[in-house]
């Protein structure tokens, strides 16, 4: 069945080591992380990869103090997208555009802030914030950025544990190819380091990493990782029907391929290679690709000692053989897990491959585990390559939903 | 506690729940609605602080009492008097 062509003409994010993508870009060529150590209530300082972005930029304060921190995440890349896309926003129809915006979780942050505040009341309910519903509803950061941006049409979060940021720019997809509006800001958000709650659960699991320098501790591959490094963050793209980015000479930064979205129905948090792999096969198959057409692979890797080796199993039995084109790589490395916004943020650090034919690499890894060896994957320096035509972004999360995305450079 | 006192602890809320705002100027007879963006949620914002910072309950049937600088004066400025008193 032949499928309207959908296309990324505009990005927006705010990373660890960026707020832009040019900066976060450069950064990933240049070896620079964004991990930093931070005070988490009730468990010290911790590692976290932090956000810099100024959020008075196109907010005002009072938006700043009643909104939440993905709300404000959510509209600095939507109004950073749009900026970029260089539409012409005032004469867009709002009620045509629709808002979606992948989440892992919404709600911890500002809860645990009320249940604390009370607790400096004697749990007094009276102190509760009236703002406590409209900062928690899952719609949030979603509905922040409709408020922010004037947007009538429909706005809402997706979520999907850590593989929601590709489902952002999925769903959108699907809307724009339904004819159910005619221009989509979608990816994904975070505000996780801000909830105690995440760190001490991942800790619990024994999944929270620690090293004593931050920016070496988000370490996939290497032998000597240890957890997950948290992060806040977000990327946002502006997604459009070819014919109506050609129409107003947009700038296409890529061409959706392909994707696909399956689940494990086997674990709560153990990831399965097995449906990973069909996920990735499915996703090729949507897009009409073979495994050796793919130049670019970049994967999900916390840096979990378990989850790791399971990926890569998975991509092994996919790329493994007969694909001396594709290269691995792993942006983590650098920024950490940023939650719902992992999959748009690594899209978009590698969505520059395109034009500089470069593969930034995955860094911090000292001693490659022989267990994630991969043919094609790329370490600790970036590697100029002869050809990226295709990307393919897989971002998987827990009760085992996993996402694989393929875009293409776009060839009218 | 004078009324002026108690006009400052006011625009200090103010102030903190509005930070976009001038209130450099704000006329203590006219509605601080006409001449601040305040809206329901930011009246039940100066009810809260009230609240939080002073121990001042002030019941919904009264939220009218806050409309201006000067009929917030008038009506809190006993209550602080009273709470001081308490104490």
């Known amino acids: 069945m032949k499928q309207t062509r959908i296309v990324i003409t505009g990005v927006g994010l705010t990373a660890p080591n960026g707020n832009s993508l040019a900066e976060f870009r450069a950064n990933l060529l240049a070896g620079v992380a964004g991990v930093e150590r931070i005070e988490i209530r009730y468990m010290g300082q911790q590692l976290a990869g932090v956000c810099h972005y100024d959020p008075l930029r196109y907010q005002k304060k009072k938006e700043?103090?009643?909104?939440?921190?993905?709300?404000?995440?959510?509209?600095?890349?939507?109004?950073?997208?749009?900026?970029?896309?260089?539409?012409?926003?005032?004469?867009?129809?709002?009620?045509?555009?629709?808002?979606?915006?992948?989440?892992?979780?919404?709600?911890?942050?500002?809860?645990?802030?009320?249940?604390?505040?009370?607790?400096k009341f004697n749990y007094d309910?009276?102190?509760?914030?009236h703002y406590h519903n409209p900062r928690t509803v899952a719609n949030n950061p979603a509905g922040e950025a409709s408020l922010n941006l004037g947007v009538t049409g429909p706005a809402y979060t997706i979520g999907a544990a850590c593989?929601?940021?590709?489902?952002?720019?999925?769903?959108?997809?699907?809307m724009?190819?339904?004819?159910?509006?005619?221009?989509?800001?979608?990816?994904?958000?975070?505000?996780?380091?801000?909830?105690?709650?995440?760190?001490?659960?991942?800790?619990?699991q024994n999944a929270l990493a620690t090293h004593d320098d931050p920016k070496k501790a988000s370490r996939p591959f290497d032998k000597a990782r240890n957890g997950i490094v948290i992060s806040e963050g977000g990327a946002l793209y502006t997604l459009e029907r070819l014919e109506d980015a050609q129409a107003r000479g947009a700038k296409i930064y890529a061409e959706i391929a392909g994707y696909h979205v399956n689940s494990d129905a086997s674990d709560y948090v153990l990831p399965n290679p097995?449906?990973?792999?069909?996920?990735?096969?499915?996703?090729?198959?949507?897009?009409?690709?073979?495994?050796?057409?793919?130049?670019?692979?970049?994967?999900?890797?916390?840096?979990?000692?378990?989850?790791d080796i399971q990926e890569c199993e998975g991509i092994r039995a996919v790329f493994g053989e007969g694909c001396p084109d594709t290269y691995v790589n792993n942006t983590k490395s650098f920024i950490g897990h940023a939650m719902g916004a992992a999959g748009a943020l690594e899209l978009a650090g590698n969505l520059p491959s395109f034009g500089d034919l470069t593969v930034h690499p995955t860094i911090n890894v000292d001693d490659l585990d022989p267990q994630c060896a991969l043919p094609g994957l790329v370490l600790?320096?970036?590697?100029?390559?002869?050809?990226?035509?295709?990307?393919?972004?897989?971002?998987?999360?827990?009760?085992?939903?996993?996402?694989?995305?393929?875009v293409k450079r776009f060839i009218p | 506690m004078t009324k002026d006192e108690c006009k400052k602890l006011v625009l200090d809320i103010i102030a903190d729940i509005a930070p976009d705002e001038d209130l450099s100027n704000v006329k203590p007879d006219v509605r601080l609605r006409d001449q601040l963006q305040l809206d329901s949620m930011d009246?039940?914002?100066?009810?809260?602080?009230?609240?939080?910072?002073?121990?001042?309950?002030?019941?919904?049937?009264?939220?009218?009492?806050?409309?201006?600088?000067?009929s917030s004066a008038e009506y809190l400025t006993p209550k602080f008097i009273e709470l001081a008193a308490k104490r």
């Not at chain 1, 593989?163 to 997809?173: D, R």
């Not at chain 1, 499915?282 to 793919?294: M, N, Q, S, V, W």
């Not at chain 2, 009246?43 to 201006?68: C, N, T, W």
């Open chain 1, 125 to 129: 309910t009276k102190f509760w914030s």
């Open chain 1, 274 to 307: 097995t449906r990973q792999t069909e996920c990735i096969r499915a996703a090729l198959k949507r897009a009409g690709l073979a495994p050796h057409d793919i130049h670019l692979v970049n994967t999900h890797a916390t840096a979990t000692p378990l989850g």
């Open chain 1, 380 to 406: 600790n320096t970036p590697r100029k390559v002869g050809k990226v035509d295709t990307i393919l972004n897989n971002s998987f999360g827990m009760l085992g939903i996993n996402s694989t995305l393929i």
């Open chain 1, 64 to 119: 700043v103090r009643v909104g939440t921190r993905a709300g404000s995440i959510s509209i600095y890349c939507a109004r950073e997208a749009l900026a970029d896309s260089r539409v012409a926003w005032d004469s867009v129809p709002k009620d045509r555009v629709g808002i979606y915006i992948g989440c892992t979780e919404h709600g911890n942050v500002e809860t645990e802030n009320e249940i604390y505040n009370i607790s």
């Open chain 1, 163 to 174: 593989a929601a940021g590709n489902l952002g720019l999925i769903h959108a997809t699907q």
């Open chain 2, 43 to 70: 009246f039940l914002d100066i009810v809260m602080e009230l609240r939080k910072r002073h121990g001042i309950e002030v019941p919904e049937k009264d939220y009218m009492q806050l409309a201006s600088l000067d």
């Open chain 1, 176 to 204: 724009l190819r339904l004819g159910e509006v005619d221009f989509a800001i979608c990816g994904g958000v975070s505000e996780s380091i801000h909830t105690f709650g995440i760190f001490a659960g991942f800790k619990s």
